[in-house]
């Protein structure tokens, strides 16, 4: 049997030459002659069950990461409204991914899924600055308090850290010299 896109060498006129077989870029090359072309033409490899897990494992590796992501936030979710506790879903479900983190298992596919929405992040401003758009008028009776908030408490973010870094290195009130991995100095 012939490929639909091979010339038949019947009824050849001078101008007419028998062509090459034209795979598409995914298609291996045929083994068997005729009965290989056939089995490639009926069941192309993009069609075969197995062929993406073993093309792409590293997207594979995302999409089960961002499935944990999102399964982790419908059950913080799922928590906070029907047991009607005082926190937001997505913050439970991010203690229950923070909780799930230690196993290996599940920390290699949040990676890949994390380093996917980081290579991207700046997609995520896009919801912020249409609502700012959108509700330019709360923007413009509030917007100096906002951005006094945003200030201060920006101001008291580095505070605290520029602190907790000094401690750390000096080592006032933290286990060890501030080197980590080492054990705690003896003060005599």
Request: glycine fraction near 10%; proline fraction near 9%.
């Amino acid at each position: 049997m012939r490929h639909p896109l091979q010339a038949s060498s019947a009824g050849k006129s001078a101008r007419s030459v028998d062509r090459p077989i034209l795979r598409p870029h995914w298609a291996p090359p045929a083994a068997n002659g005729d009965k290989a072309e056939r089995d490639e033409h009926e069941h192309p490899p993009c069609f075969r069950q197995a062929s993406m897990p073993t093309q792409h494992p590293a997207a594979m590796q995302a999409l089960r990461g961002l499935a944990l992501l999102l399964l982790c936030q419908s059950v913080g979710e799922a928590a906070a409204r029907g047991l009607g506790l005082p926190l937001p879903g997505p913050v439970l479900g991010m203690l229950l991914m923070l909780a799930l983190l230690a196993w290996p298992v599940v920390r290699a596919p949040v990676a890949a899924a994390a380093d996917g929405l980081l290579q991207h992040l700046s997609l995520l401003f896009v919801p912020v600055g249409v609502g700012v758009v959108t509700h330019v008028a709360v923007v413009a009776q509030y917007g100096l308090r906002i951005g006094l908030v945003l200030l201060v408490s920006t101001v008291a973010g580095l505070a605290v850290t520029a602190w907790v870094l000094q401690a750390c290195l000096r080592g006032d009130g933290f286990a060890g010299d501030g080197v980590p991995g080492e054990a705690p100095a003896a003060k005599s």
